[in-house]
């Protein structure tokens, strides 16, 4: 019974202790500029996409519908972080950053399908791997901040 | 009264849920029984229904249900809390206890295996039947004892899973090995759980639709007890094979049906499952704004 009760008190204890450094993470996130002159942790980790990922072609490249459906992926699965037009948000970076423009399709991928599990990103590779590379599409077609190039997305 | 209570909660919370102004589309699993190794995303909340029919040679019918509420903590551990009851017809509807289920992602990236780690704790009574899981000798006559009687064993129980999913070619295929303990003086006992699925189309259409095959996805999936650690095997155990469909609506509503079969004479002859879930997203920073206050 005692035994019972200390596991329910320690897993209780854990799980809020978990829950509020989510939170934490999430408020300070808020803060953060979306697009300044010192890179993303995020940004950073597309240089860790090995050599064979970012060789990758996207086989969607010349699909015209692949950047509309990217479009949609994107307001269903992404802007929630990211931002309703990918300038960033609460909790993910924007994706119009110069950084992303100049990833190759390949390392948006790889970062698709990897996630950056410790940073807060999930995997994605719950996504077939043509809506991954549809969502590719979108994102390298988006423009900089500063113009408005671009339809924004649709929300669910 | 308890489950009285408990429904009309569940319920309360669970309509609520269209009321939250931030709904994802969920791309959920079909599965009822096995686990892939995909989490739920950090900070969004899964209000989930189950609902089991299962035929009972030799005694009365029943109904199972429960509500899931699951929550991202983090990119790599997602924590659920399962309300449990059941209705055997002509016999009695009761509130079966609870669950709290923790799974844990160890590694940071993809790999063509993907393992999870999965504890959970069991605090229910000897009348659960929602058949979550095959373990040990778990058979079909177990379920005859009547309501009155099995609601008075008190079961607090430890489950362990070994989750081990992979993702080939857009399909998903997972196996999951389970131990679990009574944590009186029980032995371990086993079982496993197997499953394959597939989205119906592998390519998002370029219009908004609901009726998309990229929103259905097929599957199979395949359960049962492998006995305890002095009686290890399939003798005495039963089995179940159920084809799975899910459907993910683009409204953040998720539908699941599967009709499951027993594969041997230990084994209810047939299961009808369904469910219904919502996915609520940025859950947890609604939670932290209400706690802290709007700035």
């Not at chain 2, 009309?8 to 994802?24: E, Q, W």
């Not at chain 2, 597939?198 to 990229?214: D, G, V």
């Not at chain 2, 599957?219 to 009686?231: D, I, K, N, S, W």
Request: proline share 5%.
């Amino acid at each position: 019974m005692k035994i019972r009760a200390a596991s329910l008190h320690l897993g209780t204890l854990l799980f809020a202790s978990s829950f509020f450094s989510t939170v934490e993470g999430q408020q300070r996130g808020k803060s953060a500029p979306p697009q300044s002159s010192k890179p993303e942790p995020v940004y950073a980790e597309i240089g860790k996409a090995p050599e064979r990922a970012r060789a990758r072609r996207n086989p969607l490249e010349k699909d015209p519908e692949a950047v509309a459906a990217g479009r949609i992926l994107f307001g269903q699965r992404c802007a929630e972080c990211h931002g309703d037009s990918a300038e960033g948000g609460k909790k993910g970076p924007s994706l119009r950053a110069v950084e992303i423009r100049n990833a190759e399709p390949g390392a948006i991928f790889w970062i698709l399908t990897n996630g950056v599990v410790r940073k807060g990103m999930p995997v994605w590779s719950k996504l077939p791997e043509p809506q991954r590379w549809q969502l590719v599409s979108f994102i390298k077609s988006l423009g900089t901040a500063s113009t408005n190039d671009d339809k924004g997305v649709l929300r669910p | 009264m308890l489950l009285r209570k408990s429904l009309i909660a569940g319920s309360l919370i669970f309509f609520s849920a269209g009321s939250f102004p931030l709904i994802a589309q969920a791309q959920e699993s079909p599965y009822f029984v096995a686990y892939d190794h995909y989490l739920e995303e950090p900070g969004n909340l899964e209000i989930e229904y189950f609902s089991t029919y299962g035929t009972q040679r030799g005694g009365n019918d029943f109904h199972s249900f429960w509500t899931e509420f699951e929550y991202g903590a983090t990119a790599w551990w997602t924590t659920e809390l399962y309300l449990d009851g059941q209705t055997t017809f002509g016999d009695s509807t009761i509130f079966t206890g609870l669950r709290w289920e923790n799974r844990v992602r160890p590694l940071k990236q993809e790999h063509f295996i993907n393992p999870i780690l999965y504890v959970e704790y069991e605090h229910k009574n000897g009348a659960d039947k929602i058949l979550k899981e095959g373990e040990g000798h778990d058979v079909e006559a177990d379920f005859l004892t009547p309501n009155a009687v099995a609601r008075q064993e008190r079961i607090n129980e430890l489950e362990l899973r070994l989750i081990l999913s992979s993702t080939f070619k857009g399909w998903n295929f997972t196996q999951n090995t389970l131990a679990a303990k009574d944590l009186s003086n029980s032995p371990w006992e086993f079982g496993y759980a197997l499953g394959a699925s597939r989205p119906l189309a592998l390519k998002a259409s370029a219009k908004r639709c609901t009726f998309c095959r990229q929103n259905f996805i097929g599957g199979v999936e395949m359960y049962g007890g492998l006995g305890y650690r002095h009686h290890f095997g399939l003798h005495d155990t039963s089995h179940y094979a159920a084809p799975v469909l899910g459907w993910n609506l683009p409204s953040g509503w998720t539908l699941r049906i599967s009709p499951g079969f027993g594969l041997n004479d230990n084994s209810h002859q047939f299961l009808l499952r369904w469910g219904v879930s919502r996915e609520i997203s940025g859950f947890g920073t609604m939670v932290g704004r209400l706690l802290r206050g709007r700035r």
